[in-house]
């Protein structure tokens, strides 16, 4: 009967153990999906409320031999409650892009809507969503690059905790749920002390590291909305690079949805 009681409790016990154990393999797996999704969900809070604003850029493309072409051009940009922000960018300079234009409508549901305007051809191209991974203009960066952060776009790991420009950051990776999107996953460096983004690698459809993105020059506008003036984006299987230098970034210029839709692309000179 002592004995019957004995293997009793030992049973008891080795249910209870096995319960903590799978609990706790449960929590460690669960652990880094959770805390990457709030750590994105506060960087997106805090950068809420900013309105509209209006930049003048420059654009540096850098080939492998390091030589270089600089283009200036207006970055306007329209925030939107309960979907994605509105973009629209002007070129400037040099004669070749003067009077081409991008609009962008980024959404947090569906996939972005995005307008290309030449002059050359003097009509508006819109840009598939299969083609949204191509160059734009050139550039190092992607289309899907230059729709505004959503976070129903990804899902989230937090991966380790690691120093990046001086700034102790939260890793985390972020795999696209886009099936159109031309990244595997993209990996981002963001600061503990203000959730700004310091880094950013781009991992190919082969899952190789293709670009790495920099953030720097950083500047607080409205006591609350930071900005980096300087964007580095090196292809890492190309050797090329492309510089987004911000020179100016006015915020609360009256900007409307008038100011955002394919006529604004062909006036927008």
Known sequence: MFKAKKQSSWLKLIVASSLVLITASFASHAEPANKGLE??????????????????SLMVLK?????ESVREMRIKALEVQGDGDKGLTIFDEPRDVKGSAF??????????DQWLYLP?????????????????????????????????????KYLRDETVNGELCWVIESTP??????????????????????KIDFYDRKKSLLKTL????????????????????????????????????????????????????????
Do not use: C
Request: glycine share 6%; proline share 1%.
């Open 63 to 67: 080939n492998a031999q390091g030589d």
């Open 120 to 156: 050359a051809l003097k009509r508006v191209k819109r840009i598939a969503s299969r083609n949204k991974s191509g160059p734009f203009m050139g550039s190092e960066f992607a289309y899907e690059d230059l729709a505004s952060f959503e976070v129903a776009k990804y899902t989230y």
């Open 39 to 56: 750590i994105a969900k506060e960087r997106k809070a805090r950068d809420q409320g900013w309105g509209d604003s209006e930049s003048v």
């Open 103 to 112: 609009l962008n409508f980024s959404h947090v549901n569906k996939p972005d």
């Open 177 to 198: 749920t886009d099936r159109y999107s031309g990244y595997t996953k993209q990996v981002t460096w963001i600061d503990q002390s203000e959730y700004r983004v310091q």
């Open 214 to 269: 920099i953030f720097d020059q950083y500047k607080l506008y409205l006591d609350k909305y930071w900005r980096a003036h300087k964007m580095t984006m090196t292809n890492h299987q190309t050797g090329k690079s492309t510089d987004m230098i911000a020179k100016e970034i006015n915020f609360k210029v009256g900007l409307t949805d008038n100011d955002f839709n394919q006529n604004s692309l062909r006036r927008a000179r």
